[in-house]
């Protein structure tokens, strides 16, 4: 598998991480819980079992859209083979935008996944996967304020990043 990634500012990178520690300090899964060198809070902006040989030099371009303001919104659950608690991420132009260059950019991938195919993409910031719909509730309790609601995380977008599963590593668009 290989994928394009946005990843966010330090500030929020600190943010979800801190949601990520609250969900495991709860007893609930959490990507707190993923050791791996390669864990970090991010957008999956592209997921594909092979990129064309021209991605790299093509992904360059979408860099120069970088940064960008995000907005993380309300939590979401997503199905699949495990349950998923994400952070939606508000769509605005900037977004929609460097979606749509990536997609251009990888134009004939090999086994595009279509969760991030045009038209299909919710953007999102994973918090947990394997979440059991009877902790639901519990999680969501974890997320919320004072004031009883989950607040919105206002940040930057800064770096598009690369993962290859099958090498084990990523590596910053541009960068390779």
Known sequence: ???????????????????????????????????????????????????PATAEESLVTAVRALPFDVRLGPPVMLGG???????????????????????TALTGAAGPSPHTARGRWVPHVTLARGIPVDGLAAALGVLRGADGTVPEIAGRAVELRRWDSEARRTWAVGAA
């Open 81 to 103: 083979r495990r349950l998923v608690l994400a952070r939606l991420v508000v769509p605005d132009p900037s977004l929609l935008a460097l979606h749509a260059e990536v997609a």
């Open 1 to 51: 598998m290989q994928s394009v990634e946005l990843l966010l500012d330090p500030a929020t990178d600190a943010a979800v991480r801190a949601e990520w520690a609250a969900l495991s300090a709860a007893g609930l899964p959490s990507q707190a819980d993923h050791r791996g060198e390669s864990n970090a809070p991010h957008v999956s902006v592209a997921v594909a079992d092979g990129f």
